[in-house]
């Protein structure tokens, strides 16, 4: 049997702590599949003295991830650490440049460093896995880098944020304001104290830039993505999607355009009926259109210490099976050198149904006037629907639903932008997207 594959851990918080954890629980069924063993040889994290709940005498600690990354103690650089930058940065590039495999679970590394990053471990003949990246213990990179080759992938799109899932799943389930909804998630440990990554979308955008290179072959370009949070959601919208026959989930779309790929995060409405829209709470979900498989869709745990030590540990696991002087599987599956330069698909051109909510003042002729503002940029309405009063008074400002059939989006901003102007609204509208979705 071949020598251990001797992986060094920097991080050794809640997911660190669990590859660490399951690596020793596991090693013997992680022997027999991979035909060597793994160990722990070294680590490297700030607090020594820390009970992890796991036995690393075994381990040569180091005071710096890169220091740990250029020994001759390991033959893998796993990067827990998080951060775009800094030490994690650091650690991955002296790792390469030390000939050493890279094992990382820092998407937002990835969504800044990741073409760089790529074309180093490929040109050195590195293997760089990042499966934890993106929805935690679901194999969609895999999926999408290996399994998926005779596939040309024309939408990917997905919920790829637990917090925000969990957030709207509670608003709806249980009558909560989104408020209630975030201090309840930050109590359970699912949103941060500053929960603003998760909440506002970037945390999204970051993995959603990863699937779009892997979809289109395109360099990772995080900073052209069109990005709206939830927190502007409230109960009023939740209550109107349902009626409906909707459910308000945050999603990452990216899709191939014929003015370039879009991509895009922000709150969407899909039908109740859609698979994508009985995932709830902190689950998450991936669907992938393509032309020869249709439809699939992944769903599981996105985020927590087994879940995402799972999807590390795969990573180790491929690395461990790999044979000396085998061809290296592409990072974002084709030649980082091949990736096409991104081409941005102007959200205005965006073409889709929309969720339109609008408080009016009471007037008359305020219904036709809407209605008149959609015509003329030529927008036709599916529904429009009035609610009471805001507060039950009379000549109290009403609440006025529209649901547009497929438009675009720059004809439904020019719409609202003449609706302002003619002062018939009380407060900033609501618009919201409607996806179509299995």
């Known amino acids: 049997m071949s020598e251990p594959l001797r992986i060094g851990i920097a991080g050794l918080g809640t997911v ?18 991979c035909g060597r063993g793994i160990v722990v040889s070294g680590v490297s994290a700030r607090d020594r003295s820390k009970d992890r709940g796991v036995d690393l005498s075994g381990a040569k600690w180091f005071d710096t991830p890169a220091e740990m990354a250029v020994s001759g103690e390991i033959d893998v650089f796993v990067e827990l650490i998080g951060g775009e930058d800094g030490p994690a940065l650091d650690g991955i590039r002296a790792a390469l440049e030390a000939g ?12 800044r460093h990741g073409v760089e990053l790529a074309e180093t471990s490929e040109d050195k003949g590195l293997i760089l896995n990042y499966e934890a990246a993106v929805a935690g213990g679901i194999p969609v990179i895999k999926t999408m880098r290996e399994s998926m080759a005779a596939n040309t992938p024309s939408r990917v799109y997905g919920i790829l944020n637990g917090t925000a899932n969990y957030i709207l799943t509670r608003m709806e389930s249980d009558e909560l304001s989104f408020e209630d909804c975030l201090a309840e998630a930050q109590r359970l440990g699912y949103a941060e104290a500053d929960p603003t990554f998760d909440i506002e979308g970037q945390d999204t955008a970051h993995k959603l830039a990863i699937l779009t290179s892997l979809a289109f072959g395109t360099k990772v370009a995080s900073e052209e993505i069109y990005i709206e949070g939830i927190s502007n959601i409230s109960l009023g919208d939740i209550h109107a999607a349902r009626e409906l026959g909707y459910r308000i989930k945050l999603l990452g779309v990216a899709q191939r355009t014929a003015t370039g790929i879009e991509q895009r995060v922000h709150p969407t409405m899909v039908p109740l009926g859609s698979m994508i829209g009985q995932v709830d709470r902190v689950t998450n979900a991936v669907a992938i ?10 769903s599981g745990p996105g985020a927590g210490g087994d879940a995402t030590a799972s999807a590390v540990i795969g990573d180790i696991a491929d690395i461990a099976k790999s044979h000396p002087g085998r061809q290296v599987a592409p990072v974002f599956g084709r030649a980082a050198t091949e ?52 507060n039950g008074e009379v000549d109290a400002p009403k609440t006025v639903i529209l649901v547009t059939h497929e438009t675009t989006e720059s004809h439904v901003r020019k719409a609202i932008e003449a609706v302002l102007e003619d002062g018939h609204l009380v407060s900033k509208p609501q618009v919201i997207r409607i996806e179509p979705a299995g």
């Open 339 to 390: 990736l096409r330069p991104y081409e941005r698909a102007e959200m205005t051109s965006h073409a889709g149904g929309y969720f339109i909510r609008m408080t009016v003042h009471d007037r008359i002729g305020v219904f036709a006037t809407l209605a008149a503002h959609m015509a003329e940029n030529d927008i036709s309405l599916e529904s429009i629907v009035q609610h009471g009063t805001v």
């Open 100 to 111: 050493r495999h890279v094992v990382t679970a820092n998407k937002a590394l990835l969504a």
């Open 16 to 33: 660190g702590a669990s590859v660490a954890r399951i690596l020793a629980d596991k090693a013997a069924t992680l022997t027999a599949q």
């Open 289 to 298: 259109e393509a032309d020869t498989v249709g439809s699939l869709l992944l």
